[in-house]
């Protein structure tokens, strides 16, 4: 079945300093979507890339998807200590109906 | 904005009972899911409906685990009996119609079963 895995698992980072976060799936994707989700919280949708070399930008965040549709990244500049939770990508595969595939998911940690 | 509601937040019970879990979707909302999220793992999708129908139930422990949603609107995820594996954070989200490949999900704040 598809797999999606992300890496770094965790990160600690000083605030102030940048993060990035990989997700590499074995399946060609549809489209990736990016999820947040805060220490005792349910992720919370941030942003969804369909086109293959899509980049957009949240203000801090940047989302890239990859050439193949198989990878994508987020780039998080000058990290804050609300950035702090775990960051999933998760990519649909299309079956006659969208069945999404969570990544594994990378926890960042903000040092004040 | 509209939220999708789950009860209870918290459930604490011993193994081998029955426990149950509700769900309620953003109206308007056709594609209703299950997903168990173990501590330090991302959510793994139990079941899934469109409308009133599963349209996947392949990860569902079917010997102790059932769904239902039978009106198309709120659901009902039930474990009978709970095992000591049990435990974790029991996640419902909706969604528009999973039929169209921009579809995206919306979670409620879920369930932590916790089995003694």
């Known amino acids: 079945g598809q797999q999606v895995m992300q890496i770094p698992q965790y990160q600690h980072v000083q605030e102030g300093e940048d993060f990035t976060t990989y997700c590499n799936s074995s399946?060609?994707?549809?489209?990736i979507q990016w999820y947040k989700q805060r220490p005792g919280g349910h992720p919370v949708f941030l942003i969804q890339?369909?086109?293959?070399?899509e980049v957009k930008k949240q203000k801090r965040l940047t989302f890239q998807f990859g050439e193949a549709k198989k990878n994508s990244s987020l780039h998080i500049t000058a990290t804050q200590t609300t950035d702090v939770g775990t960051y999933f990508c998760?990519?649909?595969?299309?079956?006659?109906?969208?069945?999404?595939?969570f990544g594994t998911g990378t926890k960042l940690q903000v040092i004040p | 904005e509209a939220e999708v509601a789950q009860s209870p937040r918290y459930k604490i019970t011993e193994k081998s009972q029955a426990v149950a879990f509700w769900c309620d979707p953003i109206?308007?909302?056709?594609?209703l899911y299950w997903y168990r999220q173990i501590l330090g793992q991302g959510p793994e999708l139990l079941v899934q409906?469109?409308?009133?129908?599963?349209?996947?139930d392949s990860q569902l422990p079917k010997d102790r685990f059932s769904a239902e949603r039978l009106k198309g609107v709120d659901s009902t995820l039930k474990i009978q009996p709970a095992e000591l594996g049990d435990s974790a954070m029991y996640l419902c989200?909706?969604?528009?119609?999973?039929?169209?490949?921009?579809?995206?999900?919306?979670f409620g704040p879920g369930t932590r079963l916790t089995v003694l």
């Open positions: 409906f469109q409308d009133e129908s599963v349209v996947d």
């Open positions: 998760a990519g649909p595969s299309r079956r006659g109906y969208q069945k999404v595939t």
């Open positions: 890339l369909v086109k293959s070399g």
């Open positions: 109206s308007g909302h056709a594609t």
């Open positions: 989200a909706s969604s528009w119609d999973s039929n169209t490949p921009t579809d995206t999900q919306y």
């Open positions: 399946t060609t994707l549809s489209n």
